[in-house]
């Protein structure tokens, strides 16, 4: 028991030193957080009674020739009626909404101001207070029934497809605006899908234009502008238009996969990144990228790759925004869902052994990433090694140079409550093994990591009682398996359970280690000696005995280090990902949680013998204590019964030396 307490508590600081360097530290990026630039009505800074009479603005987007990204022209021109006294005001013009603070956004890039065609140069400052922020103000005069015209205009680059310009400050003045004007100008034609949203309603479409006329207007909606970045688009489009025009199965598929990033599993890159989605304030863009997977997939032959495809990317992008924004990723933070890349790789089938065509490869090489980190998170380690070669098979067959950089730095481990991870080769564990007249109880004693991989798995299933399993939740976390022959009789019927015990575990176990989880691992786990520790048991004159109190266990240990060393050569063998994220942040760690089982393994080899006890000695399971009493009991009556008859003895001498004594002379 010692040996095997001490076995434990190296395992647990061995694969703890260890755990740190395999949970993956997520690459250097920016802040994904949706970050917007606005254009702001101007504002007055107090009451007054200025009317805002005529308010021309126009908003044209045009491309920067560096990244075919978007920039946005604004121009806002106010006509403004004092109908009230002489007056002297503060006008902001405020550029976001105060509650998008944080985005670190600078001032828009070439702020002009005019008051009746003279230029003048603004104050800007930032405010911690007002609805909006970051704010330019100037001073304006008005006389009783002045008329005046101030001119605002900037540009501003948005981040992604989207834009707003608020409105409601509008309302601060007096009355309703008499004339509002809206030109909203694009560099492509302003139609579905390019332009995924415009409010508010009321505009008409002209070509490349978006143009509002509104008159005695009270402003309750701001403008807000959603449509597909122009690199994005321009990449898109001729793909888009091949579709369209042919309504082929080829060409509906290749326009649907163009439509998600590089991995189609992976969330969608943040702005900063040159993303778009995750700045969008509708789910527009998700129903129409939607729409067209099943379009796509209705094209295609149900068995073809193409349809399995389109299958497993539908999946993926759940009806939930967030979801479809962020695609697996969010999974591994969703205990409830972390099966979800196992589940979309059933939609393969046979092809994840064996892909139709590079592109099924590929994608399912994506997956199988996914479900790596996802089996190591549950704590199957057995598994998550399988589903680790699995992927680096197909990754070196399937995935290009730039994949091995672009899949990884997206998948992050959640390492807020680090676990140790369960060994991989579980020869390192020798049971102890204690028989109790009929009963036999093998044990256990395992890391604290075993527990979390043990927790959903149970033993039974055997008539009779005859094998039930428990794990003690506190330390040492003993986990005992108990096998009940009380109602085996004879020799032969024993010999016969036994096969019947391990033919049952046999069942239980998958015959891959890719599908040993949370419910076969305690089967994994007793299979490995129960062989041995049946073989060693046998029944006489209706007792269980063993044919020895050891069994030497050194030459599965042996063949365990053999297998584990075979692990790491295939591991080290794969040279296409070296100096690649795949090789930083699952090779290595893995190769030194590898080597940390070596330690236990070789730890093992020196205390490789199972040790057999036996507690009873009758055959109706009566403890040895019970015996040892009725035969100490035995021994005081007959100490007893010596001890009365001497006393008689000499009793009777005494009173024959009385009598002899009161004899006459």
């Given at each position: 028991?010692?040996?095997?307490?001490?076995s434990?508590v190296i395992?647990?600081?061995l694969?703890?030193?260890?755990?740190p360097?395999?949970?993956p530290?997520?690459?250097a990026?920016?802040d994904?957080?949706?970050?917007h630039?606005?254009?702001?009505?101007i504002v007055p800074?107090?009451e007054?009674?200025i009317k805002?009479e005529?308010?021309?603005?126009s908003?044209?987007f045009k491309?920067?020739g560096?990244n075919?990204e978007?920039?946005?022209?604004v121009y806002?021109?106010?006509?403004?009626v004092?109908t009230?006294?002489?007056?002297?005001l503060?006008?902001g013009f405020p550029?976001?909404?105060?509650?998008?603070?944080?985005g670190g956004?600078?001032f828009p890039?070439?702020v002009k101001?005019?008051i009746?065609g003279?230029t003048?140069t603004p104050?800007?400052?930032?405010?911690?207070?007002?609805?909006y922020d970051p704010?330019?103000?100037f001073n304006?005069?008005?006389?009783?029934g002045e008329?005046?015209?101030?001119?605002?205009?900037y540009?501003?680059?948005?981040?992604?497809g989207y834009?707003?310009?608020?409105?409601?400050?509008g309302a601060?003045?007096?009355?309703p605006?008499?004339?509002l004007?809206?030109?909203i100008?694009?560099?492509n034609?302003?139609?579905?899908?390019?332009?995924l949203?415009?409010?508010?309603?009321?505009y008409?479409?002209?070509g490349?234009k978006?143009?509002?006329h509104f008159?005695n207007?009270e402003?309750t909606?701001?403008?807000?502008?959603?449509?597909?970045p122009?690199?994005?688009?321009s990449?898109?489009?001729?793909?888009?238009?091949?579709?369209?025009?042919?309504n082929s199965a080829?060409?509906?598929?290749n326009y649907?996969i163009?439509?998600f990033?590089?991995?189609?599993?992976?969330e969608?890159k943040?702005?900063?990144?040159?993303?778009?989605?995750g700045?969008?304030?509708t789910?527009?863009f998700?129903n129409?990228v939607l729409?067209v997977?099943?379009?796509?997939?209705?094209?295609q032959?149900?068995?073809?790759?193409?349809?399995?495809?389109?299958d497993?990317?539908?999946?993926a992008?759940?009806?939930?925004?967030?979801?479809?924004?962020?695609g697996?990723y969010?999974?591994?933070?969703?205990?409830?869902?972390?099966w979800?890349?196992?589940?979309?790789l059933?939609?393969?089938?046979?092809?994840?052994?064996?892909?139709?065509?590079?592109?099924?490869g590929?994608?399912i090489a994506?997956l199988?990433?996914?479900?790596?980190?996802f089996?190591f998170e549950?704590?199957?380690s057995?598994?998550?090694?399988?589903?680790l070669?699995?992927?680096?098979?197909?990754?070196?067959k399937?995935?290009?140079k730039?994949?091995?950089?672009?899949?990884?730095?997206?998948i992050?481990l959640?390492?807020k409550?680090?676990?140790?991870v369960?060994?991989?080769f579980?020869?390192?564990?020798i049971?102890?093994?204690s028989i109790d007249?009929?009963?036999?109880?093998i044990s256990y004693i395992?890391p604290?990591?075993?527990?979390?991989?043990?927790?959903?798995?149970?033993?039974d299933?055997l008539p009779?009682?005859l094998?039930?399993?428990h794990?003690?939740?506190?330390y040492?976390y003993?986990f005992?398996?108990?096998?009940?022959?009380?109602s085996?009789?004879?020799?032969?019927?024993?010999d016969?359970?036994?096969?019947?015990?391990?033919?049952?575990?046999?069942?239980?176990?998958p015959?891959?280690?890719?599908d040993?989880?949370e419910?076969?691992?305690s089967?994994?786990?007793i299979?490995?000696y129960?062989?041995d520790?049946?073989?060693?048991?046998?029944?006489?004159d209706?007792?269980i005995?063993?044919?020895?109190?050891l069994v030497?266990?050194t030459s599965?240990i042996?063949?365990?280090?053999?297998?584990l060393?075979n692990?790491?050569?295939?591991?080290?063998?794969y040279k296409?990902f070296q100096?690649t994220?795949?090789?930083?942040m699952l090779?290595?760690?893995?190769?030194?949680?590898?080597?940390s089982n070596r330690?236990?393994?070789?730890y093992?080899?020196?205390?490789?013998k199972?040790?057999?006890?036996?507690v009873?000695t009758?055959?109706e399971?009566g403890n040895?204590?019970?015996n040892?009493?009725?035969?100490?009991?035995?021994?005081?009556?007959i100490?007893?019964s010596?001890f009365?008859?001497?006393?008689?003895?000499?009793l009777i001498?005494?009173?024959?030396?009385?009598?002899?004594?009161?004899?006459?002379s």
């Amino acid at each position: 028991m010692k040996k095997l307490i001490n076995s434990a508590v190296i395992f647990v600081l061995l694969v703890s030193f260890a755990l740190p360097l395999f949970s993956p530290h997520k690459a250097a990026r920016a802040d994904a957080g949706p970050v917007h630039l606005y254009g702001v009505n101007i504002v007055p800074y107090q009451e007054n009674n200025i009317k805002l009479e005529k308010e021309n603005l126009s908003i044209e987007f045009k491309k920067d020739g560096s990244n075919a990204e978007s920039s946005a022209d604004v121009y806002a021109k106010f006509v403004f009626v004092n109908t009230g006294e002489k007056i002297s005001l503060k006008m902001g013009f405020p550029f976001r909404l105060a509650n998008e603070r944080g985005g670190g956004i600078p001032f828009p890039a070439g702020v002009k101001v005019k008051i009746n065609g003279k230029t003048i140069t603004p104050n800007f400052i930032r405010t911690e207070t007002s609805k909006y922020d970051p704010w330019i103000y100037f001073n304006v005069s008005f006389n009783k029934g002045e008329t005046k015209t101030v001119e605002v205009s900037y540009t501003a680059i948005p981040l992604g497809g989207y834009f707003t310009y608020v409105l409601n400050t509008g309302a601060l003045w007096k009355g309703p605006i008499g004339t509002l004007d809206i030109e909203i100008k694009f560099p492509n034609e302003a139609k579905y899908p390019y332009l995924l949203s415009l409010k508010p309603q009321g505009y008409t479409i002209q070509g490349n234009k978006a143009l509002y006329h509104f008159t005695n207007f009270e402003p309750t909606q701001d403008i807000e502008i959603e449509f597909l970045p122009e690199k994005f688009f321009s990449e898109i489009k001729p793909l888009k238009d091949k579709a369209e025009k042919t309504n082929s199965a080829a060409g509906w598929f290749n326009y649907a996969i163009s439509l998600f990033p590089q991995n189609p599993f992976g969330e969608y890159k943040s702005l900063r990144e040159g993303g778009f989605v995750g700045g969008y304030a509708t789910d527009t863009f998700k129903n129409y990228v939607l729409s067209v997977i099943d379009k796509a997939k209705s094209l295609q032959k149900e068995e073809s790759p193409e349809y399995k495809i389109l299958d497993a990317i539908r999946i993926a992008r759940t009806d939930n925004f967030t979801q479809f924004e962020a695609g697996l990723y969010v999974s591994i933070e969703t205990k409830g869902i972390r099966w979800l890349p196992e589940f979309i790789l059933n939609v393969f089938d046979t092809d994840v052994e064996n892909p139709q065509n590079k592109l099924e490869g590929k994608i399912i090489a994506y997956l199988m990433e996914y479900k790596v980190f996802f089996d190591f998170e549950e704590n199957l380690s057995i598994k998550a090694l399988s589903s680790l070669d699995t992927f680096l098979s197909l990754a070196d067959k399937y995935l290009d140079k730039d994949d091995y950089f672009e899949t990884v730095p997206y998948i992050v481990l959640d390492t807020k409550e680090p676990k140790i991870v369960t060994p991989f080769f579980m020869e390192c564990f020798i049971p102890k093994v204690s028989i109790d007249g009929s009963k036999v109880q093998i044990s256990y004693i395992l890391p604290l990591s075993m527990q979390s991989a043990l927790r959903g798995s149970s033993i039974d299933g055997l008539p009779n009682n005859l094998m039930k399993s428990h794990f003690e939740e506190n330390y040492p976390y003993v986990f005992t398996v108990d096998l009940n022959f009380s109602s085996v009789k004879a020799p032969d019927e024993f010999d016969n359970t036994k096969k019947q015990i391990l033919q049952y575990v046999r069942e239980q176990i998958p015959t891959k280690d890719a599908d040993v989880d949370e419910v076969t691992i305690s089967f994994k786990l007793i299979s490995i000696y129960l062989n041995d520790i049946l073989n060693n048991l046998v029944m006489k004159d209706g007792r269980i005995a063993t044919v020895s109190s050891l069994v030497d266990c050194t030459s599965k240990i042996e063949n365990a280090i053999k297998n584990l060393d075979n692990e790491v050569s295939t591991l080290k063998n794969y040279k296409n990902f070296q100096d690649t994220n795949i090789e930083l942040m699952l090779i290595k760690p893995v190769l030194t949680l590898l080597d940390s089982n070596r330690s236990l393994l070789e730890y093992a080899i020196k205390n490789s013998k199972i040790e057999f006890e036996t507690v009873s000695t009758n055959q109706e399971g009566g403890n040895d204590n019970t015996n040892n009493v009725n035969g100490s009991f035995r021994y005081i009556v007959i100490a007893l019964s010596a001890f009365v008859i001497l006393l008689l003895i000499a009793l009777i001498v005494v009173i024959l030396k009385i009598n002899k004594m009161k004899k006459p002379s």
